[in-house]
């Protein structure tokens, strides 16, 4: 981060572009650029699966070089990622990543879509990614985007042609785009789509090709290359004062919840794209070739690109107001032409770049970051022309509401201020990512609003329409209402209003675990976003569960502040799952939300309001054993679990391990690819085997192959080799093969049933080969695939055992599985069995 900042901080360019949170600025260089993509009406869609598949030194290289209105369509928001900066996973690891990927946008100059459809988890295949995803609606998605983007030319990252090479949403995401560039311009595909825009063909499709596809950079050397394309990406913008390369690793790095911060390459470098659909062009270096990319391909452009390419051939750098008045020709020639599409687009582009020149700074903020419906709120205008360019402000809307301001003219760096009232309709709905608002499938999320689908974020409820006049020309310039604030580190920050219920309740955890028949204390904090309400809170539950309580009062006085209440839950006499969820009662509202915020400084905040509610399961857990160490790797929620069912956890810092520190230990944990990170464990490895040695019990959870072999080859006290080998499917059929083993058998008795209702997968990074003192325990396999029994493998040592699992207990356990819990319990509570008996036979 501290090498992000430095580098930025040599880069007008990227200052100007980069801050998320602050309001942009624009050198002369920056406005020159502007112009010149002002003068490109070509356009280029870049489709692939994830946030960081898409190849940001391309995207750059179309949107810097080439100059051509640039997007990304990532299908899905990365939900199912993992988040190596905070403690958002699942859907509100989705918003982050999609908010890293606008942040990228900021960067590479691109712009960005997804589809409806939610990174799931690994799927080895594309047919097992498209029905899970409902591939109707998804490929829908892809031709919504092609309509009304647009583009001329379509880059697929992946290959299209390979099922099965890579991860099934990549070959997907190449598969769909396949079919929807003729699809597009069919009018009987998806015809709901043509109210609101119209048919479109592309011109052609490409795959971004290189070298990894082929296995090697010798046998890519030697492919045949007529049907390809060829770029030389590494070019320099001394404009820019960067290189395209730095632009696109400066992108890649806001990745960075997936830890893509990465060291820059400079100079040359190769990029090669394979015709797939269109006419091979002659320039074989210029995607675009033989496509009419100037003014002339829309209607009435001919005279407006005369104008605008002399303002490009003799930009002024010292003084660019010079330009303005052809610039508005421009603008007004452009609102007599018959194309809405570049109309809209280049209206757009034109009225920015002509505020930028004259300096114009146009604000409506408020002092707060959020509001409820009904509400009325001030709001801070400003207006401030910072040129000699005779401009008036004629007048101001907020949404609807006229503002009372009467053709102020705006003097030379004369800022005109004025605080109003906006009144925050009773109707306004609230302000959360919209794809989150209704429960989707566990491919697919419900969007109602088709005109939503494809957005990257849901617009902005508030937005200040400045009518502008210019040399007596009208132009309305808009603004999104925004809270504007000062950190005393940071400075000023610009960041989302946002509109919210009046209060919110939560539980401190999303799974309850009922090991037996003693009922738990359950807490749930309400939060005020308003000043002093007052209400009810019930809990609403499911038969056989009981609370002691029906209703209970709160009163909170201040706005932001929490109240906890207490409600006793019982659980069912026998084996039971169901949900629980707070229900608040205030001034005729019912509420059942929660407020989740989300804060990183390189994405603005993210306000995310999601069903309140936690998943409560009562099991029949036997257990042996107290006292479990454990070991964190690169972080997983395993130790709350056990917490859960009653063991006591002890998070063990590597470092102060010694030869009689693990002792008072019933068994030792290592989380989640403990030894991929914790480079400490080179060091410790042999104290942790020996404490197995002398008793005691020792659990590795997977890791992956890479930095294995030679760094740990004890990893194990016997021969061990980790593979790639998973099961994606959490349904595949599970077989217990060492069926008399203790470990299915004591304290709980472990059947096929246990194995029902896993989520995401079974497991990763099964050992395929290890010596014959472990005992495979489990077989299983995905449809079509040879089976594997490296899942779960146990071997005595000395007096105490070692166990290695890939089988994902980091999802199954944080999510309530009861079959998993009972499994991990027999594997705390093994070699308990033997005293016991010892215990019975003394007795
Ligand atoms: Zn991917």
């Known amino acids: 981060m501290r090498y992000l900042l430095g580098f930025i901080a040599c880069s007008l360019f990227v200052v100007s572009t980069l801050k998320a949170q602050s309001p942009k600025n624009s050198s002369a260089t920056d406005i020159y650029h502007s112009i010149e993509k002002l003068?490109?009406?070509?356009?280029?869609?870049?489709?692939?699966?994830?946030?960081?598949?898409?190849?940001?030194?391309?995207?750059?290289?179309?949107?810097?070089?080439?100059?051509?209105?640039?997007?990304?369509?990532?299908?899905?928001?990365?939900?199912?990622?993992?988040?190596?900066?905070?403690?958002?996973?699942?859907?509100?690891?989705?918003?982050?990543?999609?908010?890293?990927?606008?942040?990228?946008?900021?960067?590479?100059?691109?712009?960005?879509f997804f589809s409806r459809a939610n990174d799931f988890g690994y799927s080895k295949q594309p047919s097992e990614t498209l029905e899970i995803w409902n591939k109707e609606a998804i490929l829908g998605d892809v031709v919504r985007t092609i309509r009304k983007f647009k583009p001329d030319v379509i880059i697929n990252r992946f290959d299209h042609r390979t099922p099965g090479?890579?991860?099934?949403?990549?070959?997907?995401?190449a598969m769909l785009s396949f079919e929807a560039f003729d699809l597009a311009n069919n009018a009987n595909a998806y015809p709901e789509q043509l109210k609101n825009t119209s048919t479109w063909q592309p011109k052609r499709l490409f795959f971004n090709t290189s070298w990894w596809f082929y296995g090697s950079e010798e046998k890519f050397k030697e492919a045949d290359k007529s049907n390809m394309l060829h770029m030389d990406v590494g070019t320099y913008y001394p404009m820019l004062g960067m290189s395209n390369n730095e632009i696109a690793s400066l992108a890649s790095s806001q990745h960075l919840c997936q830890g893509f911060g990465r060291l820059t390459s400079r100079g040359t470098e190769d990029e090669y794209v394979e015709l797939l659909k269109g006419d091979l062009p002659n320039d074989k270096s210029n995607l675009f070739d033989g496509i009419d990319t100037s003014w002339s391909r829309i209607d009435g452009g001919k005279a407006i690109g005369e104008i605008l390419y002399d303002v490009q051939e003799n930009f002024n750098f010292?003084?660019?107001?010079?330009?303005?008045?052809?610039?508005?020709?421009?603008?007004?020639?452009?609102?007599?032409?018959?194309?809405?599409?570049?109309?809209?687009?280049?209206?757009?582009?034109?009225?920015?770049?002509?505020?930028?020149?004259?300096?114009?700074y146009l604000e409506a903020s408020t002092m707060s970051p959020y509001t409820n419906a009904g509400e009325i709120v001030d709001v801070q205008i400003q207006a401030l022309n910072r040129s000699d360019i005779d401009i008036k402000l004629k007048s101001l809307f907020l949404n609807e509401q006229s503002i009372n301001i009467d053709n102020v003219v705006l003097n030379n760096n004369k800022s005109l201020e004025k605080k109003v009232k906006l009144t925050i309709p009773t109707t306004t709905k609230f302000t959360s990512p919209y794809w989150l608002m209704e429960k989707g499938t566990l491919g697919t999320y419900t969007v109602t609003n088709t005109e939503l689908i494809g957005k990257p974020e849901t617009p902005k409820a508030f937005n200040a329409i400045f009518n502008i006049e210019i040399n007596g020309i009208a132009i309305p310039i808009v603004k999104p209402v925004m809270y504007k604030y000062a950190k005393p580190e940071k400075g000023e920050i610009h960041q989302p209003f946002e509109i919210v219920p009046e209060a919110t309740a939560s539980f401190a955890d999303k799974v309850l675990i009922f090991a037996n028949a003693s009922s738990k204390r359950i807490p749930v904090t309400i939060k005020a976003h308003k000043d002093s309400i007052s209400g009810t809170?019930?809990?609403?539950?499911?038969?056989?569960?009981?609370?002691?309580?029906?209703?209970?009062?709160?009163?909170?006085?201040?706005?932001?502040?929490?109240?906890?209440?207490?409600?006793?839950?019982?659980?069912?006499?026998?084996?039971?799952?169901?949900?629980?969820s707070p229900i608040i009662r205030l001034?005729?509202?019912?509420?059942?939300?929660?407020?989740?915020?989300?804060?990183?400084?390189?994405?603005?905040?993210?306000?995310?309001l999601l069903p309140s509610e936690a998943k409560v399961v009562r099991l029949n857990i036997e257990k042996a054993g107290e006292n479990i160490g454990y070991i964190m790797g690169a972080g997983d929620e395993v130790p709350t679990s056990l917490e859960q069912i009653g063991y006591n956890v002890q998070l063990i810092d590597p470092t102060t391990i010694t030869k009689e520190s693990l002792q008072k230990y019933d068994a030792v944990v290592l989380g989640i690819r403990a030894y991929n990170v914790i480079d400490e464990l080179k060091f410790k490895q042999r104290f942790i085997l020996d404490y197995a040695k002398n008793g005691g019990t020792v659990i590795v959870q997977y890791n992956t192959a890479s930095r294995w072999g030679n760094q740990f080859e004890n990893i194990a006290p016997f021969k061990l080799e980790i593979s790639r080998d998973r099961v994606t499917n959490e349904n595949s059929n599970v077989e217990i093969i060492a069926k008399d083993h203790s470990l299915v058998n004591f304290p709980n008795k472990i059947d096929q049933a246990?194995?029902?209702?896993?989520?995401?997968?079974?497991?990763?990074?099964?050992?395929?080969?290890?010596?014959?003192?472990?005992?495979?325990?489990?077989?299983?396999?995905?449809?079509?695939?040879?089976?594997t029994k490296g899942s779960l493998l146990i071997a005595p040592y000395g007096k105490g055992n070692y166990i290695y699992t890939g089988l994902s207990f980091f999802r199954e356990l944080p999510v309530g599985v009861p079959g998993a819990y009972k499994l991990f319990s027999n594997m705390l509570s093994i070699g308990k069995d033997k005293v016991e008996k010892k215990e019975k036979i003394k007795g």
Do not use: C
């Open 39 to 112: 003068n490109f009406l070509g356009t280029a869609l870049y489709i692939a699966a994830h946030p960081d598949d898409e190849n940001t030194r391309l995207i750059s290289y179309l949107s810097n070089n080439v100059k051509a209105r640039t997007g990304y369509l990532s299908l899905t928001r990365g939900d199912g990622g993992q988040n190596l900066i905070g403690p958002e996973l699942r859907e509100l690891l989705g918003v982050l990543r999609t908010q890293e990927l606008l942040a990228a946008r900021r960067v590479d100059g691109g712009e960005q």
């Open 537 to 580: 809170i019930e809990l609403k539950y499911e038969s056989g569960w009981q609370v002691d309580k029906n209703s209970q009062p709160f009163t909170i006085a201040k706005k932001g502040d929490e109240q906890i209440v207490f409600f006793t839950l019982s659980p069912p006499a026998t084996e039971n799952e169901s949900s629980i």
């Open 754 to 787: 246990d194995f029902n209702g896993w989520v995401q997968e079974r497991g990763l990074y099964f050992p395929n080969k290890w010596a014959d003192e472990f005992t495979p325990v489990l077989e299983m396999h995905d449809e079509g695939e040879d089976s």
């Open 318 to 360: 010292k003084n660019p107001t010079t330009h303005i008045p052809a610039l508005l020709e421009a603008y007004q020639l452009l609102q007599k032409s018959t194309d809405e599409h570049w109309k809209e687009l280049k209206t757009d582009e034109i009225t920015s770049i002509i505020a930028s020149i004259s300096g114009l």
């Open 165 to 173: 090479s890579t991860h099934g949403h990549h070959t997907s995401s």
């Open 587 to 608: 001034n005729g509202n019912e509420i059942s939300k929660e407020l989740v915020t989300i804060e990183y400084d390189h994405v603005p905040t993210q306000t995310v």
